[in-house]
């Protein structure tokens, strides 16, 4: 599969709990996205990276929420103490340009 | 302020008909509109972009239309079928100059085709 991976496709944690996603995008792209989309919604960007540059970070939702690529080819968010508003479907999403985004079939998290 | 409004936000059409989802945007920086369709449990894919110089695009049985004086887009798809039952979401970017990047997304339109 040569499209943009994620890693879990479900998770399921404990309000209060760190958790930590991993995204795989498709190997050409130096561009990377993260999007959060609740139900009923449609994905909402929270940052992303050119190679392993965080050019935007400004809109993640707080600051329990990071994110790192460190040698410009996967990625991971972070979202420390959870809770249950973090509830919600974590896309990922790549490109070499600013157009064309592909994205992957996203980690669902659960906050119990 | 969401920037990307999108309508309707759910639409039943029979199977060969022709639903019309629309899009109006605030930031006239925006210089790329895409369509997306997402099934569920899937990321949204990709369908159809234009950029504001052009009036229409066409790809298969999907067109978009586009006024820039009036800030709106729309997408037609010609020849429905059960299997375009989906969730498009319009969307749009700033992708010249610098400043913040990433899409906005309008809150998605649920079609349903029946047979």
């Known amino acids: 599969d040569t499209g943009v991976s994620q890693d879990p496709r479900h998770k399921i944690t404990k309000r209060g709990q760190n958790v930590t996603f991993r995204c795989d995008p498709i190997?050409?792209?130096?561009?990377l996205y993260w999007y959060r989309q609740t139900l009923g919604q449609g994905p909402e960007f929270l940052t992303y990276f050119q190679n392993e540059a965080q050019l935007e970070k400004s809109r993640l939702l707080s600051d329990r929420f990071s994110a790192e690529r460190p040698k410009g080819s996967f990625s991971t968010l972070e979202i420390q103490r959870t809770e249950q508003g973090d509830s919600a479907m974590y896309l990922c999403?790549?490109?070499?340009?600013?157009?064309?985004?592909?994205f992957g079939s996203g980690t669902q998290l659960s906050v119990l | 302020q969401q920037q990307v409004k999108q309508s309707p936000q759910s639409l039943i059409v029979q199977k060969g008909g022709i639903p019309i989802i629309n899009c109006a945007y605030e930031n006239t920086a925006f210089d790329y509109f895409p369509w997306y369709q997402q099934f569920p449990g899937k990321g949204p894919a990709l369908l159809i972009a234009i950029r504001p110089d052009v009036s229409e695009k066409k790809e298969g049985r999907f067109t978009i239309s586009f006024n820039k004086s009036a800030k709106q887009f729309s997408l037609h798809i010609m020849d429905s079928q059960p299997g375009d039952s989906a969730t498009y979401f319009c969307a749009a970017s700033v992708t010249s100059g610098g400043g913040a990047d990433g899409l906005t997304f309008g809150k998605g339109t649920h079609l349903i085709i029946q047979p």
């Open positions: 190997s050409e792209h130096n561009r």
């Open positions: 999403a790549s490109n070499q340009n600013r157009e064309k985004l592909f």
